[in-house]
């Protein structure tokens, strides 16, 4: 099986600097020196280099795994300091993945890293997955979580899940020696307007570190073959109150499994099983520029945002006229115009446009409904640089 190393180990002994550097483990009953050999001889991806990446890249490297792969396309952002601890300051603006290699290379130069500065998806999931003995999931969308578990069952390689909202954190072990899938725990995503990830619902910036260690140590243990892991189980963990508990899961009987198939037969499968939002009348989408351009013609539009209370404390656009979540415009729809223009803006668009299409469908002109893409950030980029992006 690809998660757990032959029991005989072919590799050359332990240096003495490696004696040196890994004596807390080399005393440890459980790793001693032939474990020890088997994480240098191990291989670990970790998708994501953000906030559950930071905490578990640096304990598998710290731990001497000897082969990382790092799966991420963004760059740094001051947002990120407050939780993604493997990037500085000064990193700010650098591709994620080189933040990261450097950071590793200074808490041990042995390790040898895998870069692939890209998004993982269902193009590329296959390819990038193949051949590494675990899988840790350090990403945020439901997406790209089903199509690292479908890619991980074709190629039949166990992964480590975490996930994190707010003060909650979730933490499991998927596709490990005949184990129960992501599948049989979610079936289905939720739609995306009840899923919002950390930029849109927050997140404490100690919980990735908590959640990503707990990640780190499962690895570790499917590495060293060790203990017992978190396969058919769900540890969630909440800050606030300090309480972890742990539910039970089986494989669904009835689940068609994943098999070997193309990469038209895999996207395929990802994408009918991802639920989007489906709507019969998409909203116009207005860029900041378009929509200041028209008010300087004389259009007055009415301007909903649709964040939360402490994100309107952050910033609000000039001339807004209301405030409401966007999971109580339903219930409040009453006040809002439908015999004028509507912009509808969020953060970075995706909340807005949701809404936008659920006033299309209620009854208002699609002809006077727009989304402001990309929402906040967008402004700060094309109008006004001074405002946080947050």
């Known amino acids: 099986m690809k998660g ?18 890994y004596a807390r483990h080399l005393i440890l009953p459980q790793v001693g020196e032939e474990g020890q050999k088997r994480l240098r001889d191990g291989s670990i991806l970790v998708i994501g280099a953000g906030g559950l990446g930071s905490p578990v890249l640096l304990y598998l490297a710290a731990a001497g795994i000897g082969r990382i792969g790092i799966v991420d396309d963004d760059n740094v ?41 890209l998004r993982l998806d269902v193009s590329n999931a296959l390819e990038i997955i193949d051949g590494w003995n675990v899988v840790v999931d350090g990403t945020d969308n439901f997406a790209t979580r089903y199509t690292i578990n479908d890619a991980c069952e074709i190629l039949d390689v166990p992964w480590v899940f975490g996930s994190i909202h707010r003060f909650e954190g979730q933490i499991s072990v998927f ?27 927050g997140v404490l910036g100690v919980l990735p ?12 243990k499917i590495i060293l073959g060790v203990g017992e892991a978190l396969s058919g189980k769900l540890m969630i963990l909440d800050a606030i109150t300090m309480n972890m508990r742990t539910l ?31 709507t019969p009348n998409n909203s116009m989408q207005i860029t900041p520029n378009e929509f200041v351009n028209k008010k300087t013609n004389g259009w007055e539009p009415f301007l909903l ?20 979540e966007h999971t109580s415009v339903p219930k409040r729809s009453s006040e809002i115009p439908n015999n004028r223009d509507v912009v509808v803006y969020c953060r970075v668009g995706g909340r ?19 989304n402001l893409a990309g929402g906040v950030h967008l402004w700060a980029d094309q109008i006004d640089s001074s405002i946080p992006k947050y």
């Open 175 to 201: 596709n490990y020696q005949g184990g129960p899938n992501y599948r049989d725990l979610f079936p289905t995503a939720p739609p995306p307007e009840l899923a919002p990830n950390c930029a849109e619902a």
């Open 248 to 278: 039970s899961f089986e494989a669904d009987p009835n689940r068609q499994p994943v098999k070997k198939m193309s990469k038209e037969s895999i996207e395929a499968v990802c994408k009918s099983q991802i639920p989007k939002v489906v």
């Open 209 to 220: 570190g908590m959640v990503g260690t707990i990640q780190a140590t499962e690895a570790l």
């Open 4 to 21: 757990s190393l032959s029991r005989k180990v072919m590799s050359r002994e332990l240096s003495q600097a490696e004696r040196a550097r």
């Open 352 to 370: 807005s446009e949701v809404v936008a299409n659920w006033l299309i469908q209620s009854g208002w002109d699609h002809s006077r409904v727009w």
């Open 305 to 324: 945002d649709v964040r939360r209370q402490n994100e309107e404390s952050i910033v609000s656009l000039p001339n807004t006229n209301l405030r409401i």
């Open 77 to 117: 952002d001051i947002t990120n300091l407050q939780r993604q601890v493997i990037h500085a300051t000064a990193s700010i603006g650098q591709p994620k993945v080189a933040s990261a290699v450097a950071r590793i290379k200074q808490l041990n130069p042995e390790v040898e890293i895998v870069e692939y500065n």
